[in-house]
């Protein structure tokens, strides 16, 4: 069974040093800036400008593409870029960085917005621009086992190409998740002990993105539902409307549900607890549930999950 794992990925040209880091590299550092920018404002880059924000720290986000978040849909990054300014976060989109270095007692970032340049310094430098597998190549093409860039090729069951190697977690590329993981493992397990019955469908895998508020999505979003030329219903609970998450100051939110005639194609939930609130919606879209089986889930009142219900048309 093949488990390496993954790394950070580095963008060409940006090499690590003191303070220029990585994730991994400033969670052994054990030291708390007093500013920081962060490149990248993907999953990773979202999560750790939330917490040091949190902590204190002056944060400084810069972002290539024109939203944070980019394989979000745009009513969901907006919400959340709304609250992370609002946390104190200042937050840079459609911005290129173009060199980051050194300097005494800090860092600075040149980077280019709409045509012009400006610069910006910090105590150090986060990059958060992706992870990749951590695959021995050498090994692998010894072996035979098919790969490319984004991870080994595994079927179903896990299995690479060659009979009784497998291969599991972030080395299969795809989401790397902790607890995607650990159904490939469980799947793994199925095939090795003769239980054919439980297969891997990534399009079954929630993610979960632990910002303020958080994001929480499985299956498609709605920008990629209209890219694949599906007709598309949305429907949308606002956490406003419920008694719960008023009654606790839970701040904005909502739930969008994405059908397809009856079939949920997909599940996309910003606010405090969407966390928790996508399980359900994972099972839905893992089991093929669409709307004339949800109709038929009861769940109690008053409960901040009674935003997952549908009204019959």
């Known amino acids: 069974v093949i488990a390496w794992g993954s790394e950070p990925a580095l963008p060409p040209g940006i ?3 003191k303070r220029i880091l990585t994730s991994d590299g400033f969670l052994q550092s054990g030291t708390l800036p007093e500013s920081m920018i962060i490149v990248g404002g993907s999953v990773i880059g979202v999560e750790f400008a939330t917490f040091l924000a949190e902590l204190g720290v002056k944060v400084t986000l810069i972002e290539l593409i024109g939203q944070i978040l ?6 969901v990054a907006n919400l959340l870029k709304q609250e992370l300014t609002r946390l104190g976060i200042a937050i840079h ?10 300097i005494k007692d800090g860092v600075q970032a040149s980077v280019v917005h709409q045509g012009r340049d400006s610069r910006m310094t910090a105590d150090v430098a986060l990059i958060c621009t992706g992870r990749k597998p951590l695959m021995d190549q050498e090994q692998l093409d010894r ?15 896990q299995m690479t190409n060659i009979p009784g190697i497998y291969a599991i977690g972030d080395v299969t590329g795809g989401a790397m998740l902790a607890h995607r993981a650990i159904q490939q493992g469980k799947v793994l397990a199925g095939a090795l002990f003769g239980d054919a019955s439980l297969i891997y469908s990534e399009a079954s895998v929630p993610s979960v993105v632990y910002s303020h508020p958080q994001v929480a999505r499985v299956g498609l979003t709605e920008r990629q539902a209209g890219s694949q030329g ?8 606002d956490y406003a409307a419920n008694i719960i998450a008023r009654a606790e100051l839970m701040g904005q939110g909502f739930v969008k549900m994405l059908f397809d005639g009856d079939k949920l194609l997909g599940a996309t939930i910003v606010g405090d607890a969407a966390a928790d609130l996508i399980s359900p919606l994972a099972l839905a879209v893992a089991s093929n549930l669409g709307k004339k089986e949800l109709l038929h889930w009861i769940i109690p009142h008053p409960t901040l999950s009674e935003m997952l219900l549908l009204s019959p048309a």
Do not use: C, H, N, W
């Open 70 to 75: 980019p394989s979000e849909d745009e009513d």
């Open 93 to 102: 989109t459609s911005t290129e960085l173009q060199v980051i270095q050194e």
């Open 15 to 17: 090499a690590t040093s």
């Open 230 to 237: 599906l007709s598309v219903e949305v429907v949308k609970s």
């Open 143 to 157: 072996i035979g086992i098919r790969y490319d860039l984004k991870g080994i090729f595994v079927d179903a069951r």
